[in-house]
């Protein structure tokens, strides 16, 4: 039993040995025991300096506890700094409970003291009793300030505090505790712990067990789970972290319970950070490797693992070198230099090692890794592949080179722009037309390179090309260095980006300015060809037209001069074919030009049929053939130019007639099939041979022209029949089974549906039949005063004297303008036939100036000339010219004329 009367010093003494014995045992077991029981020594130093000098020195050896505590015993060893959860919570504990056993040893020992005190002075019970009430009160009194120093020093603690009785009732709240509940001590005090103390579930919202209740089971606690809130009086939640330790008597028993909790709304969200930061790095597609400032790889992520083919497990701990050429190092220690000095680092492109030897292209990205006091520590290394991306440029790099040189060889000019018109590309041959350098033109718009109207055009067609998909194809033009206006065929065009967007104009442009010239040169030369086919067949029908006045003027009255009249029929018949060529010449000339146009109508195919018999009817006769004709049963309807269908007809009844031996047959067959006719002409002539089927209705082609067959003609005929039958959306074909088995040609034209047989038609008017000589002779014109105006004096007095002559008719005649307006004022014609290709004042001059006289607005005016081209035909009827003859006239189609034109006012008087 030790002596009451120990001085201070013994106490406080043996208290700070207790320590240094504690700290030194520790110090001995810890490579036996390690981190178990770390704080057991100096708990047991506390009790002994609680037991031997009381609460005094017991709170001296806790002070001298708590800094050896936290230097040596808990992490992070050397600092008195404790940032670890699990550190503070046990250095927390250690306080509580020394805190308690200092109160609980100072008591005890009191008690202690008091009784030997007793035993001692038992001989002197009086005095005894009143010192030992001396003492009891010193004690209580003691107990007081114990007591109080215990509430300042939890008051003081930055954790909250909350005590209870051994029934779990509050009894003391710090102000960190009354902060984070809402309750203050006197509300609080009495009050079960669960009403104070509200915690539950964060992701259930479910109340969750307090760890108090276990305390006061004696039961051994852990902290809360990681989802535990805080429910204060006023309904606001807050996270925390709790520990519970039992408060017992000098028995054992527990009397009660201290609960110690913080607020971790902050280490929470700090904690998320870390997590999402950590997700983020785990998932990345890079390779993100954490190394020390001397390159030893710390960490590395699953990108790692992926670009250098090791595991993290294998990377850690290894040098970087590993992953890093050794050409490539330097630079990386170089980076690393730069970090650690505190300096910042841009994206650079490198060189990585995969596990199987292969190079890598990399973009690296070196980061420092900073401590809690902004120190380096380290570096984090990004590093993306980019090998795809670096094969890429490279093959667009040798795109661009093949793209560079095949633009520079193109045989025209080049260029690219953006949206804005800015030149982007330019080749060569543009540079040299553009008359500007490479790095001048780069970057500026037509408006600055260019004329304002040159730049105005190619600007406006940038915007057509914009506007059209599939691009546009233009004429521009461009004054270049030499001087002259070039002419460039140019194709502008949309460059699609990989987004499949605009984003670039291309542009390609051919010099066409020598084609253009000539093109123009064989316009000009063409203008002239059909010039001169103009003029020859109006030179070619003036000498026809007195020659076939002459002819029908030598007519015999008396049939009986047989030999005269054949020869006069024979030399008819040559002039009508010499004007049938020259018309299909001319027709050939319209068709190349495009200037021929269809006049269609509905007409019935069996009249077309008899017309065109009838024209070849005497042909037919000369060589000694027969036609078989063979209608359809029911009436066909065509829509169709009547003219230009009987010319189809003619000329193949006329080319069988030519080809065929005297003494031949001709079929015209007319056949239905389906919705088509089909019209075929066959004969027994001399046939074709088969290399010549395929040509034969090409232009100036004559069959049998090589096999000695050829029966003249220009070879136009059966061009100008097929144009004109596909005019008409049909075909043609042409058969034969060789030389001498005659040949046939097939024509398919659409027939006209909906109209049936027995339906009212407009028939195709015929031209004017062509009278007999008996009719001609019974049924004479009426008289008139007729004014016949050529130039040619053949020409015109041979049309005079037949009109005289064979029609009874009064006839003047004038061979130039002037002469044909003074006869017409002296003689008062009611019909005039004008010749147009007058010299000086032309047909088309007298003719307006007739009509513009009053005394003959009203008169008949019919162009006898021999221009019959279309353009002609139109210029005579804005002239005023009622009716357009080509040369030679059919004199018995002008004597019908003259029989049945009936002579009233025209229409524009």
């Not at 077991?29 to 020594?41: E, K, N, V, Y």
């Not at 990681?226 to 520990?243: F, K, M, N, T, Y």
């Not at 001069?561 to 020259?582: F, G, I, N, P, S």
């Not at 077309?608 to 078989?628: D, F, M, N, P, Q």
């Amino acid at each position: 039993m030790l002596s009451p009367a120990r001085t201070p010093l013994l106490r406080y003494g043996g208290a700070v040995l207790a320590v240094l014995l504690a700290t030194t045992v520790r110090w001995v077991l810890d490579p036996f025991i390690g981190a178990q029981f770390p704080l057991s020594t100096f708990f047991a130093a506390l009790v002994f300096a609680a037991w031997y000098g009381g609460f005094g020195p017991a709170l001296v050896a806790m002070s001298l506890c708590s800094p050896v505590i936290t230097y040596f015993i808990l992490p992070p060893y050397g600092s008195f700094f404790l940032d670890s959860y699990e550190g503070q919570v046990r250095f927390g504990a250690f306080l509580i409970a020394g805190l308690v056993i200092a109160v609980m040893g100072g008591t005890i020992r009191a008690a202690r003291h008091r009784a030997e005190t007793a035993a001692k002075e038992d001989r002197v019970k009086q005095r005894l009793l009143e010192q030992e009430v001396v003492e009891r009160r010193g004690v209580e009194a003691a107990l007081r300030v114990e007591k109080e120093r215990l509430r300042v020093t939890l008051a003081s603690i930055g954790d909250a505090v909350i005590v209870t009785d051994a029934d779990g009732r509050v009894n003391f709240l710090n102000p960190i505790a009354e902060a984070l509940t809402g309750w203050s001590t006197g509300e609080a005090a009495g009050q079960p712990l669960e009403a104070v103390f509200r915690i539950m579930n964060q992701e259930t919202g479910k109340p969750i067990a307090s760890p108090t209740l276990q305390a006061l089971r004696g039961e051994t606690t852990g902290g809360l789970a990681d989802h535990a809130v805080l429910v204060a009086r006023d309904g606001r939640e807050r996270p925390i972290d709790d520990s519970a330790a039992p408060i017992r008597d000098e028995s054992g028993r527990i009397v009660g319970v201290v609960l110690v909790f913080r607020d971790v709304t902050e280490r929470r969200r700090a904690d998320e950070i870390r997590r999402h930061l950590a997700a983020i790095v785990e998932s990345s597609d890079d390779a993100i490797l954490g190394t020390t400032l001397d390159g030893t790889i710390t960490s590395g992520n699953s990108g790692a693992e992926r670009l250098y083919g090791y595991t993290a497990e294998e990377l850690v701990g290894q040098s970087a070198a590993l992953l890093i050429p050794a050409e490539r190092f330097d630079e990386f220690r170089a980076t690393l230099n730069q970090i650690h000095q505190g300096m910042n680092t841009d994206h650079f492109e490198s060189k990585r090692r995969h596990k199987d030897g292969t190079l890598i292209d990399v973009s690296v990205k070196v980061s420092p890794i900073r401590d809690g006091f902004d120190n380096v520590i380290g570096a984090s290394t990004v590093a993306r592949d980019i090998t795809a991306r670096k094969r890429a440029e490279k093959r667009l790099a040798e795109s661009e080179q093949r793209f560079s040189r095949f633009m520079q060889h193109l045989p025209g000019l080049a260029w690219i722009k953006d949206l804005e018109g800015r030149y982007l590309y330019a080749n060569e041959a543009a540079l040299k037309a553009f008359q500007i350098s490479r790095a001048d033109l780069y970057g500026k718009v037509d408006d600055e390179v260019f004329p304002p109207e040159t730049a105005a055009l190619f600007r406006e067609n940038d915007r057509k090309a914009l506007a059209v998909e599939m691009g546009i194809q233009v004429v521009e033009t461009l004054l270049q260095d030499d001087a002259i206006v070039h002419h460039s065929l140019v194709n502008k065009f949309l460059i699609l980006g990989q987004d499949g967007n605009d984003t670039l104009i291309g542009g390609i442009a051919t010099d066409i300015t020598e084609r253009m010239r000539m093109v123009e040169s064989l316009r000009e030369a063409d203008l002239r060809k059909d010039e001169f086919l103009a003029t020859l067949a109006h030179e070619l029908r003036n000498p026809l037209a007195p020659i076939r006045n002459a002819l029908h003027l030598m007519k015999p009255a008396n049939r009986d001069c047989d030999d005269l009249e054949r020869e006069r029929a024979m030399a008819e018949r040559q002039v009508t074919h010499l004007a049938r060529l020259v018309d299909d010449l001319m027709d050939i000339s319209r068709i190349n030009r495009g200037k021929i146009e269809l006049r269609k109508e509905v007409v019935e195919l069996a009249t077309i049929v008899g017309r065109a018999t009838e024209a070849v009817k005497s042909s037919l006769e000369e060589r000694g053939h027969s036609l078989c004709l063979s209608l359809s049963d029911r009436s066909i309807h065509l829509e169709a130019d009547p003219t230009r269908l009987e010319q189809i007809l003619g000329n193949l009844l006329n080319n069988a007639i030519k080809y065929t031996q005297p003494g031949g047959q001709i079929s015209l067959i007319i056949e239905r099939e389906h919705e088509n006719v089909l019209i075929r002409v066959r004969d027994t002539g001399i046939g074709i041979e088969p290399e010549m089927l395929p040509r034969v209705f090409g232009m100036f082609v004559q069959a049998g022209h090589h096999t000695g067959h050829s029966h003249g003609g220009l070879g136009i005929g059966l061009s100008l029949v097929k144009t004109l039958v596909e005019l008409h959306g049909g075909t043609i074909e042409a058969t034969s089974r060789g030389p001498g088995a005659g040949s046939e040609f097939v024509v398919h034209l659409p027939i006209l549906p909906g109209i049936p047989a027995a339906s009212a038609i407009h028939r195709v008017p015929e031209d004017p039949p062509r009278p007999d000589a008996a009719v001609a002779d019974t049924e004479q014109p009426t008289r008139r005063r007729i004014l016949v105006v050529d130039d040619n004096l053949d020409a015109a007095n041979s049309l005079a004297r037949l009109l005289r002559r064979l029609h009874g008719q009064e006839v003047e005649v004038a061979h130039d303008g002037p002469a044909a307006l003074e006869a017409a004022e002296a003689f008062r014609p009611e019909l005039v036939l004008l010749d147009i290709g007058l010299p000086g004042m032309d047909g088309y001059e007298v003719a307006r100036t007739l009509r513009d006289r009053p005394e003959s607005a009203t008169i008949r005016i019919i162009a006898l000339t021999g221009w019959g081209q279309e353009s002609d035909r139109q210029r005579s009827k804005e002239a005023g010219f009622d009716h357009h003859l080509v040369k030679p006239v059919d004199p018995d189609l002008l004597s019908t004329i003259l029989r049945d034109y009936e002579m009233t006012p025209t229409a524009k008087a």
